[in-house]
């Protein structure tokens, strides 16, 4: 059964089938019987608790509040802002009548036709729309601004290519929306949560990333400028693990959101909307695992140690049971969170495989022996090495090693970004490196049609325009043409 749990695709023979191997085998999700569609189940539901937590902490630290709006938007409310509706038209699910009746023909249930509504609704792709008519009745005066809002929601986009936590027809995320009475404080909300989604993705999910604004063909429907942070996966491809939107005055104007200054003038108010999702589950699982299954930073483990007793008979497990009871209080006091698996219907080698396989970053095994010699085995998941270290003071020392653990994931995920990141300054180089997995950093003359061909004829897009590193200007890889500075072109999830 140990062997079997470890069946995973190696990555280096499909990185595709590792990642969905190691999706169901470690028992995150599994597809439902809804098309595109997927169960999240306990073990991965956890993770994303961990998630949300620490960012509902953190934007709460930041004079956040969370609210609820409505799963369904009416479809006039998508036509106010012409590029939002032109950005979401093809994903967008439709609710056309609100009744099911008896099939007369005896073949189960039929939609009714005469329950349909007098206007269509659509499925929540996003909650601009309806958030912005809903703050024209919050708005009046200066002095109801800023609204910092946020929700926790699911989203349907019709995906017609999907892959779990990565690309699903439904999802779960965070999406804030503030409004602001200037321009100036909208471009620093906007700025300080894109700081925030980089520190958490950081400090973390132990997961390197590169803060950005977006080109304009990948810019947010609507928005006036996207940022965006920019994750390496092990396949050297980026995966956008958080954006955050200036909307300027776009969806003040569609739903006529203004508000009266502190003279008395009327001024249309100052949008941003930002949000993650559950595809931060498949990040995780791309920067950091193995193929021996998940490797999981200590911050967001749903138990960050795992406790295997090794006895014989009930009399050894007891005495162990009794020597272990202080070690959880103790651990449990510290923060951590701990699980003692003493079930006597898995065997320890069972449970050494299943434990690695779900990533979880400490293992402690502890036997007769060990009982005699005060002492404990102690495994890391990360570096998968084990030493036996005295029961005395072993708390202190497992915080200090989950500490440890913690950053080793984050250099290792670090050193090896670094090893694929290269600036190119040729066409035909770029055609080269793209295809062996790089994040290029190259001149580009800042034309959309520039940017099509290479997408067109490498499949590798600007991921962002980098806010920090090198500005120095040069020439456009591609046309020969002027360019302010380097961008970050790579394929992606």
């Given at each position: ?76 409310f ?27 023909d ?43 809002v ?23 995320w965070?999406e ?69 939107h ?69 009399e ?11 070690l ?77 653990i ?8 670090f ?79």
């Open positions: 059964m140990a062997k079997e749990l470890k069946e995973l695709t190696p990555r280096s023979v499909d990185y595709s089938q590792w990642y969905l191997d190691l999706v169901i085998k470690a028992d995150l999700a599994e597809n439902s019987a809804v098309r595109g569609c997927m169960v999240i189940k306990p073990y991965g539901y956890a993770i994303w608790e961990k998630i949300q937590r620490q960012l509902d902490d953190m934007f709460k630290e930041t004079g956040h509040v969370n609210a609820y709006f409505p799963l369904f938007i009416p479809k006039s998508l036509s106010k802002e012409a590029d939002h509706v032109e950005g979401f038209a093809k994903e967008c699910a439709v609710v056309t009548h609100y009744r099911l009746k008896n099939d007369p005896g073949k189960g249930v039929i939609v009714d036709p005469e329950a349909k509504l007098e206007e269509e609704l659509i499925v929540r792709p996003t909650s601009e729309t309806i958030i912005w008519n809903t703050y024209r009745n919050w708005i009046q005066s200066y002095r109801d601004l800023p609204i910092l946020n929700q926790w929601a699911n989203v349907v986009r019709w995906e017609m290519r999907t892959r779990l936590f990565l690309r699903t027809a439904e999802f779960l965070q804030g929306h503030t409004a602001h009475a200037t321009r100036e404080e909208a471009e620093a909300e906007t700025i300080q949560m894109l700081n925030v989604y980089a520190q958490f993705a950081e400090e973390h999910m132990a997961m390197p990333v590169i803060k950005g604004v977006k080109s304009a063909s990948e810019r947010f429907a609507g928005a006036l400028e996207t940022y965006t942070i920019e994750a390496m996966m092990q396949d050297g491809k980026a995966l956008q693990s958080g954006t955050s200036f909307l300027g005055q776009n969806f003040a104007k569609a739903f006529d959101v203004k508000f009266a200054d502190k003279e008395g003038k009327m001024d249309y108010v100052w949008a941003t909307s930002w949000g993650l999702s559950t595809r931060l589950i498949g990040a995780l699982i791309m920067a950091h695992s193995d193929d021996n299954g998940l490797v999981l930073p200590p911050k967001l483990a749903p138990f960050q140690v795992v406790i295997v007793p090794i006895y014989k008979g009930e050894q497990l007891s005495k162990i049971d009794a020597k272990v009871e202080g959880v209080k103790s651990l449990k006091s510290l923060g951590i969170s701990v699980k003692y698996d003493n079930a006597d219907n898995k065997k320890p080698g069972w449970k050494f495989s299943e434990y690695e396989l779900k990533g979880v970053p400490v293992r402690l095994a502890i036997g007769a022996r060990d009982m005699e010699n005060n002492t404990v085995e102690v495994a890391r998941r990360d570096t998968l090495t084990k030493e036996t270290v005295s029961f005395d003071g072993l708390d202190i020392y497992i915080k200090n090693l989950l500490d440890d913690q950053a080793n994931i984050y250099k290792k995920a050193d090896f970004r670094t090893s694929r990141m290269i600036t190119v300054d040729t066409y035909e180089e770029f055609k080269e490196k793209i295809e062996e997995g790089y994040f290029i950093f190259a001149h580009w003359d800042g034309t959309s049609e520039t940017e099509e061909r290479v997408k067109t004829e490498t499949k590798a897009t600007i991921r962002c325009i980098p806010l920090e590193g090198d500005k120095t200007p040069g020439k456009c890889m591609v046309t020969g043409k002027p360019s302010v500075q380097r961008v970050v072109f790579a394929r992606a999830y």
